[in-house]
Structures are given as structure tokens and as C-alpha cells.
């Protein structure tokens, strides 16, 4: 059976489809003969041939009083195909040159941080996420982190994000963590430095990309975590992050 999907994507809808394909079958036709093949109304299937014809896939002539269509050889939908190569390959350009205008802008306007809260651990892991996915994007692809033991086990708990660490190699993420409490170790790529291993921190926090997160857990066991994209406040947490790194 004929694939309509690939019609479809084409730009071809439905409608369009089976008037083309029942113009094929006949030959030069009339419009209730067209229509009859098709199954739809005569109204329906000239519609249907005239956005045929615009798109160069069905031509007509008169006879005697009546219009003929007459549809194209179906290897035109190769060059159909090719034009649509071109128009998506201008389009692709466009786009890039959208972004940077766009990112432009976006920076320009950027003077009030933006805040974003995230809850449970499917929140949890979107925050984990962000920090792959812009760090990625830095030349320097590194970023730090204050690690509680009383957060800890939740982040990387099976219902939250268990492969963030070997994520985060694979991606060659390099990350220096100081840490609050018992536990905690390197897994490659990381540095760790411990403030304390008796006493722990009610937050988790990662510094990076020119945003802040932070995730704690309530007496619930509920995690709730928020993002601030503030460049001012990330370079003042790095500043201190940095500060104590060299004095511990």
C-alpha cells in the first residue's frame, strides 16, 4: 500500500492526496469524474485541484466547455522534495541569525534576575539538568557546588537522577564540591573538600553558568529547589565559594 505519510510531509493534505492519486488512475478528467474517484463533493475536489495546481502537481486545459486536469508525473515530488531541502537549509540560516539576535536581546534586557521553583524529584532533576546542559555550553565546562548530607542521598536517589555523575563525565564536567557532613565521595572529574563532617547544611547548592540553585527537603521528605539567573549573585557565591576552597 502507498505510504500517505510521505505525501503528507510533503505538504500534501488529505483530501489533496486522494484527488491526486484518483486524477492518476483516470487519466485527463472532468471534475465530477475527479470527484466521484476521490469520494468527496465537487467542491471539495476543485479546492483540492487548485491548491494541486499552485503546487505545480496537477495542470488543466479546456474542452469544449469544461475544465480537464490532468495530473503531473509523480517523480515531480523529487524536485518537490529538493525545493524543500533549499527552503529548510535558508531556513535554518534565518534561524541562526533569529538566535543570536534574539539572545542578543535577551541579555541586553537581562538586569532582574529570574527565579525558578521546582518541586519533587521530578523538579529535582530538571535543576540537575540546567546544570548539564549550560555548563556544556561554557568553554570552561565547570561549575561548584555546596553538598549537604542531609540533601545528598535524595538527589541521586533512583527517582530522581542516579546517572547524573557519570553524565556529567561523559560530558567531561569538572566539578569542585565542598562538603557538609558524613559521606560523600569522587566519582572522576571532581575535587571535594569537606567544611565539616560532623555537622550538616539544610541546603544543597550549585553555583554555575550565571545561576545559583539551591535544594532543600521539609519534614516531609518533600524536595523543593529554586534557579536564580543573576549574574551578580553568581559571581558573588563563586567569590565565596572560592574564598573558603583555598582556606579549608
Known amino acids: 500500500m502507498m505510504n500517505k505519510k510521505i505525501l503528507e510531509k510533503l505538504g500534501l493534505d488529505e483530501k489533496e492526496i486522494a484527488v491526486y492519486t484518483a486524477l492518476l488512475s483516470l487519466g485527463s478528467s472532468s471534475i465530477r469524474k475527479i470527484a466521484e474517484k476521490a469520494g468527496l463533493n465537487r467542491g ?3 479546492n483540492a485541484l487548485k491548491s494541486l495546481e499552485k503546487k505545480g502537481l496537477v495542470s488543466y486545459f479546456h474542452k469544449e466547455k469544461n475544465q480537464h486536469f490532468t495530473a503531473e508525473d ?3 515530488f523529487q524536485k518537490l522534495l529538493e525545493s524543500k531541502k533549499t527552503e529548510l537549509e535558508d531556513m535554518k540560516e534565518d534561524l541562526e541569525k533569529t538566535v543570536k539576535e534574539l539572545s542578543s536581546l535577551s ?7 529570574v527565579l525558578k521553583f521546582f518541586e519533587d524529584y521530578v523538579g529535582i532533576k530538571n535543576i540537575l539538568l540546567d546544570v548539564l546542559e549550560s555548563v556544556s555550553k561554557l568553554e570552561k565546562k ?3 557546588a555546596f553538598s549537604s548530607s542531609t540533601i545528598r542521598p535524595f538527589l541521586y536517589h533512583k527517582k530522581a537522577f542516579p ?6 563525565i561523559k560530558r567531561k564536567i569538572f566539578v569542585r564540591t565542598i562538603a557538609t557532613g558524613a559521606g560523600g565521595s569522587t566519582y572522576g572529574k571532581d575535587e571535594r573538600k569537606w567544611l565539616s563532617k560532623q555537622e550538616t547544611a539544610p541546603t544543597y547548592k550549585l553555583i554555575y553558568a550565571g545561576k545559583v540553585a539551591m535544594i532543600s527537603i521539609n519534614k516531609n521528605e518533600v524536595l523543593r529547589g529554586v534557579i536564580i539567573e543573576d549574574q551578580n549573585l553568581f559571581e558573588t ?3 565565596i565559594f572560592n574564598s573558603l576552597w583555598k582556606a579549608i
Open 44 to 46: 471539495v475536489s476543485y
Open 74 to 76: 509523480p517523480e515531480i
Open 107 to 113: 541579555k541586553t534586557n537581562n538586569s532582574k534576575p
Open 142 to 144: 565547570e561549575y561548584v
Open 163 to 168: 546517572e547524573f555523575s557519570d553524565e556529567r
Open 237 to 239: 557565591e563563586l567569590l
